[in-house]
Protein backbone atom coordinates (compact mmCIF):
# COMPACT_ATOMS: atom_id res chain seq x y z
CA UNK A 1 0.00 0.00 0.00
CA UNK A 2 1.05 3.45 -0.79
CA UNK A 3 1.12 6.45 1.60
CA UNK A 4 2.04 10.38 1.70
CA UNK A 5 3.39 12.44 3.86
CA UNK A 6 3.32 16.18 3.32
CA UNK A 7 5.68 17.99 5.85
CA UNK A 8 4.38 21.04 7.55
CA UNK A 9 0.70 20.79 8.26
CA UNK A 10 0.88 25.11 8.00
CA UNK A 11 3.16 27.24 5.88
CA UNK A 12 3.36 31.02 5.54
CA UNK A 13 5.52 33.01 3.20
CA UNK A 14 5.60 36.77 2.57
CA UNK A 15 4.61 37.28 -1.42
CA UNK A 16 7.37 37.11 -3.58
CA UNK A 17 9.06 34.91 -1.64
CA UNK A 18 9.64 31.39 -2.66
CA UNK A 19 6.65 28.68 -1.98
CA UNK A 20 7.97 25.25 -1.32
CA UNK A 21 5.60 22.48 0.27
CA UNK A 22 7.30 19.16 1.04
CA UNK A 23 5.68 15.66 -0.16
CA UNK A 24 7.21 12.14 0.53
CA UNK A 25 5.75 8.93 -0.43
CA UNK A 26 5.87 5.31 0.10
CA UNK A 27 5.70 2.68 -2.64
CA UNK A 28 7.45 -0.08 -3.68
CA UNK A 29 7.17 0.75 -7.50
CA UNK A 30 7.27 4.25 -8.68
CA UNK A 31 3.24 5.75 -8.78
CA UNK A 32 1.91 8.29 -10.44
CA UNK A 33 1.77 11.56 -8.10
CA UNK A 34 -0.72 14.61 -8.12
CA UNK A 35 -0.75 18.26 -7.02
CA UNK A 36 -4.76 19.50 -5.88
CA UNK A 37 -4.97 23.09 -4.63
CA UNK A 38 -8.05 23.90 -2.78
CA UNK A 39 -9.19 27.40 -2.80
CA UNK A 40 -11.88 28.16 -0.10
CA UNK A 41 -15.43 26.82 -0.25
CA UNK A 42 -14.38 25.27 -3.21
CA UNK A 43 -13.61 21.87 -4.61
CA UNK A 44 -10.02 20.11 -5.80
CA UNK A 45 -8.53 21.69 -8.91
CA UNK A 46 -5.34 19.73 -10.28
CA UNK A 47 -2.19 22.09 -10.40
CA UNK A 48 -0.30 19.20 -12.09
CA UNK A 49 0.94 15.49 -11.98
CA UNK A 50 3.13 12.87 -12.66
CA UNK A 51 3.39 10.55 -15.46
CA UNK A 52 6.82 8.59 -15.76
CA UNK A 53 7.42 11.14 -19.16
CA UNK A 54 9.83 13.85 -17.49
CA UNK A 55 10.93 14.36 -13.80
CA UNK A 56 10.17 18.13 -13.44
CA UNK A 57 6.50 18.72 -14.07
CA UNK A 58 5.50 22.53 -14.87
CA UNK A 59 1.68 23.03 -13.78
CA UNK A 60 -0.49 25.74 -13.84
CA UNK A 61 -0.26 29.24 -12.18
CA UNK A 62 3.81 29.05 -12.32
CA UNK A 63 4.31 26.09 -9.86
CA UNK A 64 6.10 23.12 -10.76
CA UNK A 65 7.40 20.23 -9.04
CA UNK A 66 10.34 17.28 -9.42
CA UNK A 67 9.86 14.20 -9.10
CA UNK A 68 12.70 12.50 -7.11
CA UNK A 69 13.11 8.79 -6.96
CA UNK A 70 16.23 8.34 -4.83
CA UNK A 71 14.00 10.90 -2.23
CA UNK A 72 10.57 9.44 -2.67
CA UNK A 73 10.06 12.98 -2.87
CA UNK A 74 7.41 15.15 -5.43
CA UNK A 75 7.92 18.39 -3.55
CA UNK A 76 5.90 21.10 -4.94
CA UNK A 77 7.40 25.10 -5.95
CA UNK A 78 6.62 28.21 -6.90
CA UNK A 79 9.72 31.06 -7.44
CA UNK A 80 7.40 33.79 -5.90
CA UNK A 81 4.19 33.75 -4.06
CA UNK A 82 1.05 35.69 -4.76
CA UNK A 83 -1.77 36.78 -2.18
CA UNK A 84 -4.06 34.32 -4.69
CA UNK A 85 -1.67 31.03 -3.20
CA UNK A 86 -3.43 30.82 -0.47
CA UNK A 87 -5.05 28.14 -0.48
CA UNK A 88 -4.76 24.12 1.21
CA UNK A 89 -2.14 22.43 -1.14
CA UNK A 90 -2.28 18.18 -1.43
CA UNK A 91 -0.35 15.38 -2.60
CA UNK A 92 -1.92 12.58 -4.00
CA UNK A 93 -0.34 9.15 -5.30
CA UNK A 94 -1.95 6.44 -7.00
CA UNK A 95 -0.18 3.42 -8.54
CA UNK A 96 -0.73 2.05 -11.81
CA UNK A 97 -3.12 -1.02 -10.93
CA UNK A 98 -5.41 0.86 -8.34
CA UNK A 99 -8.22 3.26 -9.15
CA UNK A 100 -7.27 5.01 -6.04
CA UNK A 101 -5.98 8.09 -5.22
CA UNK A 102 -4.10 8.61 -2.13
CA UNK A 103 -4.26 11.74 -0.22
CA UNK A 104 -1.90 13.71 1.95
CA UNK A 105 -3.31 15.41 4.69
CA UNK A 106 -2.55 18.79 3.25
CA UNK A 107 -0.90 21.90 3.59
CA UNK A 108 -2.59 25.27 4.09
CA UNK A 109 -0.42 28.00 2.80
CA UNK A 110 -1.22 31.75 4.16
CA UNK A 111 0.27 34.92 2.10
CA UNK A 112 1.60 37.90 4.09
CA UNK A 113 1.46 41.38 1.79
CA UNK B 1 -14.19 21.84 -19.54
CA UNK B 2 -15.32 18.91 -16.75
CA UNK B 3 -18.06 20.28 -14.91
CA UNK B 4 -19.09 18.33 -11.43
CA UNK B 5 -21.99 19.38 -9.51
CA UNK B 6 -23.10 17.92 -6.44
CA UNK B 7 -26.74 19.08 -4.89
CA UNK B 8 -25.88 20.72 -2.03
CA UNK B 9 -23.30 23.03 -0.81
CA UNK B 10 -24.48 22.93 2.99
CA UNK B 11 -26.63 20.40 4.23
CA UNK B 12 -28.19 20.07 8.10
CA UNK B 13 -29.66 16.82 8.93
CA UNK B 14 -30.56 14.95 12.41
CA UNK B 15 -28.95 12.05 13.89
CA UNK B 16 -31.10 8.68 12.70
CA UNK B 17 -32.49 10.33 9.23
CA UNK B 18 -31.48 8.83 5.82
CA UNK B 19 -29.58 11.07 3.35
CA UNK B 20 -29.17 11.49 -0.09
CA UNK B 21 -25.73 12.80 -1.56
CA UNK B 22 -25.97 13.35 -5.28
CA UNK B 23 -23.22 14.27 -7.64
CA UNK B 24 -23.77 15.04 -11.43
CA UNK B 25 -20.91 14.98 -13.88
CA UNK B 26 -21.25 16.05 -17.80
CA UNK B 27 -18.07 14.51 -19.64
CA UNK B 28 -19.50 10.83 -19.80
CA UNK B 29 -16.82 9.90 -17.42
CA UNK B 30 -16.48 6.29 -16.57
CA UNK B 31 -15.29 6.46 -12.71
CA UNK B 32 -17.08 8.32 -9.91
CA UNK B 33 -15.37 8.84 -6.36
CA UNK B 34 -16.84 9.89 -3.29
CA UNK B 35 -14.51 11.33 -0.60
CA UNK B 36 -14.94 12.37 2.88
CA UNK B 37 -12.38 15.63 3.86
CA UNK B 38 -11.72 15.96 7.37
CA UNK B 39 -8.83 18.51 8.66
CA UNK B 40 -5.72 17.23 9.14
CA UNK B 41 -7.15 13.90 7.80
CA UNK B 42 -6.82 14.35 4.18
CA UNK B 43 -9.21 13.14 2.05
CA UNK B 44 -10.27 9.29 2.23
CA UNK B 45 -12.26 7.09 -0.28
CA UNK B 46 -14.99 6.30 1.09
CA UNK B 47 -16.54 4.41 -2.35
CA UNK B 48 -16.05 4.24 -5.97
CA UNK B 49 -18.16 3.00 -9.11
CA UNK B 50 -16.14 1.66 -12.65
CA UNK B 51 -19.14 1.82 -14.23
CA UNK B 52 -22.93 1.94 -14.15
CA UNK B 53 -24.56 -0.67 -11.63
CA UNK B 54 -20.80 -0.94 -10.20
CA UNK B 55 -18.84 -0.25 -7.10
CA UNK B 56 -16.31 -1.04 -5.09
CA UNK B 57 -15.62 -0.38 -1.43
CA UNK B 58 -12.62 2.11 -0.29
CA UNK B 59 -11.12 3.02 3.00
CA UNK B 60 -14.34 3.95 5.14
CA UNK B 61 -17.36 2.58 3.59
CA UNK B 62 -18.87 1.94 6.89
CA UNK B 63 -22.41 3.43 7.60
CA UNK B 64 -22.55 4.58 3.96
CA UNK B 65 -23.86 2.92 0.61
CA UNK B 66 -23.94 4.10 -3.03
CA UNK B 67 -25.58 4.03 -5.91
CA UNK B 68 -24.98 4.31 -9.82
CA UNK B 69 -27.85 3.75 -11.73
CA UNK B 70 -27.04 6.25 -14.31
CA UNK B 71 -23.54 6.65 -15.74
CA UNK B 72 -23.62 10.48 -15.07
CA UNK B 73 -24.94 10.40 -11.51
CA UNK B 74 -23.06 8.89 -8.15
CA UNK B 75 -25.24 8.93 -4.98
CA UNK B 76 -24.24 8.83 -1.59
CA UNK B 77 -26.44 7.33 0.77
CA UNK B 78 -25.79 7.82 4.39
CA UNK B 79 -28.75 5.38 5.85
CA UNK B 80 -28.60 6.65 9.48
CA UNK B 81 -26.98 9.92 10.02
CA UNK B 82 -24.25 9.64 12.77
CA UNK B 83 -22.58 12.84 14.41
CA UNK B 84 -19.08 11.44 13.34
CA UNK B 85 -20.16 11.75 9.54
CA UNK B 86 -20.24 15.31 10.24
CA UNK B 87 -18.08 16.68 7.72
CA UNK B 88 -16.86 18.16 3.96
CA UNK B 89 -18.29 15.34 1.32
CA UNK B 90 -16.66 16.03 -2.32
CA UNK B 91 -17.44 14.21 -5.49
CA UNK B 92 -15.07 13.14 -8.29
CA UNK B 93 -14.69 11.52 -11.47
CA UNK B 94 -12.15 10.47 -14.05
CA UNK B 95 -12.65 9.05 -17.79
CA UNK B 96 -10.97 5.75 -17.37
CA UNK B 97 -8.90 2.68 -16.13
CA UNK B 98 -5.52 4.82 -16.46
CA UNK B 99 -3.54 5.58 -13.10
CA UNK B 100 -2.69 8.92 -15.21
CA UNK B 101 -6.03 10.18 -15.25
CA UNK B 102 -7.07 13.39 -13.37
CA UNK B 103 -9.14 12.94 -11.34
CA UNK B 104 -12.22 16.46 -11.53
CA UNK B 105 -13.97 17.31 -8.25
CA UNK B 106 -17.20 18.70 -7.31
CA UNK B 107 -17.19 22.04 -4.79
CA UNK B 108 -18.35 19.65 -2.19
CA UNK B 109 -20.89 19.36 0.33
CA UNK B 110 -20.51 20.21 3.94
CA UNK B 111 -22.84 18.32 5.94
CA UNK B 112 -23.45 19.03 9.75
CA UNK B 113 -25.41 16.31 11.52
CA UNK B 114 -27.03 17.61 15.06
Known amino acids: AQSVTQLGSHVSVSEGALVLLRCNYS??????LFWYVQYPNQGLQLLLK??????LVKGINDFEAEFKKSETSFHLTKPSAHMSDAAEYFC???????????FGAGTTVTVRA | DVKVTQSSRYLVKRTGEKVFLECVQD?????MFWYRQDPGLGLRLIYF???????EKGDIPEGYSVSREKKERFSLILESASTNQTSMYLC?????????????FGPGTRLTVL
Open chain 2, 27 to 31: MDHEN
Open chain 2, 92 to 104: ASSLGSFAQDTQY
Open chain 2, 49 to 55: SYDVKMK
Open chain 1, 27 to 32: SSVPPY
Open chain 1, 50 to 55: YTSAAT
Open chain 1, 92 to 102: AVRLSNDYKLS
